[in-house]
């Protein structure tokens, strides 16, 4: 569910509209009905990055909120005045999120095994007596240390597993908790809350989607996030924006075109340029 902010000069400024009173009744028909739903946070410096704890602790007040993905704004999409200066990186998202929302530390966001370069991560538990970070349960040192100082989960081929389930990006509503549970049962220093179940899991994700400007190769390689063609093809996220959209196509067929004329030694003016846009 889209969710820039709790203020309506923000929403208005990123989407155009106020869209306060549509959102609320949103949520309480998603409350009523007992579904699930994840608020999604378009981040923009200078906008809403002052807020990021402020609507974690929203979402931990509705019972349909199972968590808040942070994206941070890039060039695609409707991004009017748009610039260079409004971008924030993961881990300015990910001190963000520790420096507001009273709930996580730097130590509870931790990179996504998929893609670390724009994937990080975090988990509470929502308890009786209130949202815990899933470290004050599992202590990090129980996966960073063990007996012969090395990575715990690295010599428990079963610990290992849970912990790469855990983190990754394609959940199901049960499938989120059944996964936490299993790995706290899996440790025996840890006590795994009795009755644990998919409305005690929070999830809080920091995803980096590139564009033309920050594109890096390497991490486009490891998108978890993709676009499927009615031909079957899977394009990541960022590669359909800069390339596949409504009459990028063509733009590419050109480019490729100019360099492959360029490799060949017939050199075409202008080559460079187009390439950068």
Same mark, same amino acid.
């Given at each position: 569910m889209q969710f820039d902010s709790l203020r309506a000069s923000v929403l208005k400024d990123m989407r155009g509209a106020d869209l306060?009173?549509?959102?609320?009744?949103?949520?309480? !028909?998603?409350?009523?009905? $007992?579904?699930?739903?994840? =608020?999604? %946070?378009t981040v923009k410096r200078g906008q809403n990055d002052d807020e990021?704890?402020?609507?974690?602790?929203?979402?931990?007040?509705?019972?349909?909120?199972?968590?808040?993905t942070f994206q941070p704004v890039q060039?695609?999409? !409707?991004?009017?005045?748009? $610039?260079?200066?409004?971008? =924030?990186? %993961?881990?300015?998202?990910?001190?963000?999120?520790?420096?507001q929302s009273g709930l996580f530390t730097l130590a509870d966001i931790v990179p996504v095994p998929c893609n670390p370069d724009t994937l990080a991560m975090g988990y509470a538990l929502k308890?009786?007596?209130?949202?815990?970070?899933?470290?004050?349960?599992?202590?990090?040192q129980t996966l960073v240390e063990g007996s012969a100082n090395t990575i715990v989960f690295e010599r428990d081929a079963s610990l290992k597993d849970h912990v790469f389930k855990l983190f990754s990006t394609n959940h199901s509503p049960d499938s989120q908790a059944s996964c936490l549970s299993a790995l706290m049962c899996c440790l025996p220093q840890i006590a795994a809350p009795e009755g644990l179940g998919y409305e005690?899991?929070?999830?809080?994700?920091?995803?980096?989607?590139?564009?033309?400007?920050?594109l890096d190769i390497r991490a486009l390689k490891k998108s978890c996030v993709h676009f499927a063609t009615p031909e079957g093809q899977l394009i990541p996220f960022e590669s359909?924006?800069?390339?596949?959209?409504?009459?990028?196509?063509a733009l590419l067929a050109q480019i490729r075109a100019e360099l492959a004329a360029s490799l060949a030694g017939r050199r075409t003016p202008g080559v460079a340029q187009r390439i950068t846009f």
């Open positions: 306060t009173r549509i959102r609320q009744q949103a949520l309480e !028909r998603l409350n009523a009905l $007992g579904i699930s739903t994840t =608020l999604v %946070v990021l704890g402020e609507i974690i602790r929203f979402g931990l007040t509705q019972q349909c909120v199972r968590g808040v060039e695609a999409g !409707r991004t009017d005045n748009f $610039g260079a200066a409004h971008r =924030l990186t %993961v881990s300015e998202v990910r001190r963000r999120i520790a420096e308890t009786p007596s209130g949202a815990q970070a899933l470290t004050r349960y599992l202590d990090p005690n899991v929070f999830r809080v994700l920091i995803v980096q989607f590139m564009d033309a400007t920050n359909y924006n800069l390339f596949y959209r409504p009459g990028r196509q």
